[in-house]
């Protein structure tokens, strides 16, 4: 990022929010020694307005807003995002002026419906710290044994394999209808914890039986 080219009122926020960053006791990233993830959902991260200053239409989030988001998603080593739109256009920004060459995105295609409101998710990662392991893919749930049709989650969650050193892990990310109250919430929420600890034990008795050859 070049501050050089950032107006003083927003270099002062910089510095405003980089105090709470350290305020907030947030762990610094160190080589071999530790790794950062995050998950952030940022509200309609489609569209942006091409000015330092507010805009009274539409989009409301400007280049001030998408600085001081490259300011905290560079506190992480791989962050997801949830609420990226069939717009990409601050995500293209983001990566090619502001979080600098060393970062990289992967991500998905928009879930379509009016459910899925046009939204993709995407995994954002500093490529000094992480790479990819190859494994990436959406959670469509099988039919009943029966062969119906179940009901799909409203945005297609999305996993992927990252590498850190000589270590391999797996995120997996998902963006729940928020709905009017809490409970609105519950049943979507309940479907994604029985499908992933269903397919986490089904992977360990299969690492076990690897394991333990009868």
């Known amino acids: 990022m070049d501050y050089a080219q950032i107006p003083g ?22 080589t071999d020694d530790n790794l950062i ?20 239409g539409s989009p409301k989030r400007n280049l001030r807003g998408l600085v001081l988001i490259a300011e905290i998603i560079q506190c992480f080593d ?35 419906g009016s459910k899925g409101n046009a939204e993709r998710l995407a995994y954002l990662y500093d490529t000094r710290r992480v790479t990819p392991s190859g494994l990436a893919g959406q959670i469509v749930l099988p039919p009943t044994p029966d062969g119906d049709p179940v009901e799909q989650f409203d945005r297609t969650p999305y996993m992927a394999g990252f590498q850190a050193g000589g270590e391999r892990f797996t995120l997996l990310t998902v963006h729940i209808r928020y709905g009017s109250s809490a409970s609105d919430r519950l049943p979507e929420l309940q479907r994604f914890a029985q499908y992933t600890a269903g397919r ?14 009868t």
């Not at 993830?37 to 009274?56: K, L, P």
């Not at 069939?86 to 990289?104: D, K, V, Y």
């Not at 986490?200 to 050859?213: D, H, L």
Request: include cysteine; aromatic fraction near 8%; glycine fraction near 6%.
């Open 9 to 30: 009122f927003v270099v002062e926020d910089i510095v405003r929010l980089r105090r709470c960053i350290d305020h907030a006791a947030f762990p610094p990233r160190r």
């Open 37 to 56: 993830v995050g998950s952030w959902n940022i509200r309609d991260f489609g569209a942006f307005h091409r000015a330092w200053t507010e805009n009274s």
């Open 78 to 112: 791989v962050i997801a995002l949830q609420e990226v739109k069939r717009n990409t256009t601050a995500l293209r920004f983001l990566m090619q002026h502001l979080l600098g060459p060393h970062w990289a995105v992967m991500l998905t295609d928009v879930t379509v």
């Open 200 to 213: 986490s034990a089904t992977g360990s008795a299969a690492g076990r039986a690897a394991r333990n050859p």
